[in-house]
């Protein structure tokens, strides 16, 4: 018997994990010193990039019989589980690269949103292009952090929050719109039908 609670924990917990990257973004564009003041926004960040790593892998391996909005999340899960891991582990270290590294991983997702939304369009969904115009701005904070490993780390800290506030955003557009249309247009995965939870 399939189950798909697996498929909604991995809903809910990208909805939560990205509100709480919308909010660590706000922080610390408003605060960008904090990032060198306090050790524990490097430690949340590193705890939030585990959580939303494993939350990945959940969506990854979930009964979702397209796996659309899930489709990239293994690589990109145990890559954000070992950042995050490394963000625990050595916190001062990390706050040293962690423009350019975190840049890299923004920029990527980004990507896969782009290319999520393309194939959005080719199953029917109608909105596929919210998931692309929300990709556009992590796309854009991820590449100049990138290009500038070398600005001060308050310059940093600000780009990272705006990077998280749009990064929160576009997993948020992507998981609503593709997994919800999604098992709204096949009503035979239901229990009613095929014995699904």
Not at 8 to 19: D, L, V
Not at 46 to 63: E, H
Not at 85 to 91: D, F, K, N, Y
Not at 118 to 124: P, Q, V, Y
Request: aromatic residues 10%; proline residues 4%; glycine residues 8%.
């Amino acid at each position: 018997m399939r189950s798909v609670i697996p498929m909604k924990a991995a809903k809910t917990g990208y909805i939560i994990i990205s509100a709480i990257f919308v909010v660590i973004g706000a922080v610390m564009t408003a605060l960008p010193e904090m990032l060198t003041k306090e050790a524990g926004m490097c430690n949340l960040i590193g705890i939030a990039m585990t959580a939303f790593g494993v939350i990945k892998l959940v969506g990854y391996f979930s009964k979702d019989p397209f796996r659309l909005a899930f489709q990239y999340d293994l690589a990109s899960g145990i890559l954000m589980i070992a950042l995050g891991i490394a963000a625990l582990s050595h916190p001062d270290t990390f706050i040293e690269v962690i423009g350019a590294i975190l840049g890299v991983c923004i920029l990527s997702d980004g990507l896969f949103k782009v290319q999520i939304a393309i194939d959005a369009r080719t199953f029917g969904i109608e909105k596929w292009w919210s998931i692309a115009a929300a990709a556009v701005l992590p796309i854009i904070t991820g590449f100049v952090l990138i290009i500038n490993p070398d600005a001060k780390v308050t310059v940093i800290s600000a780009l990272l929050g705006a990077s998280f506030i749009f990064e929160g955003a576009m997993n948020l557009i992507t998981v609503i719109i593709a997994v919800r249309i999604v098992q709204a247009r096949y009503p035979s995965f239901t229990s009613d039908s095929d014995g699904i939870d």
